[in-house]
């Protein structure tokens, strides 16, 4: 599993003109099982996404992101082995288990 951090570059105004591309683009994401969950950080600095997949899917999905391509954010990927979780959320132990 990774977690994106993402950092804007640029006044909050400008990452506006962007939103849309990116809300569409989070949208595909999800719909290609990639994504798990995405979210503004508080405050307003930048975003967090949970994605599951090979990195080298991340990373491909990211360089799309309309605030990539735009160079509205920077981005940091970091890469977590589950080993425990919340009840409900055994599935993503799973998948660590099964990919070590």
Do not use: C, Q
Not at 71 to 85: A, L
């Amino acid at each position: 599993m990774f977690i994106v951090t993402l950092t804007y570059k640029v006044p909050n105004d400008e990452v506006d003109r962007y939103l849309e591309g990116h809300m569409a683009w989070l949208k595909d994401g999800y719909a290609k099982g990639l994504f798990l969950a995405a979210g503004r950080r508080v405050p307003r600095t930048g975003g967090m996404i949970f994605a599951d997949g090979d990195r080298n899917e991340v990373e491909t999905m990211l360089r799309a992101d309309p605030f990539h391509v735009n160079g509205v954010s920077d981005y940091t990927i970091s890469e977590v082995n589950i080993t425990s979780t919340a009840t409900g959320l055994e599935a993503l132990k799973a998948k660590a288990e099964a990919a070590a």
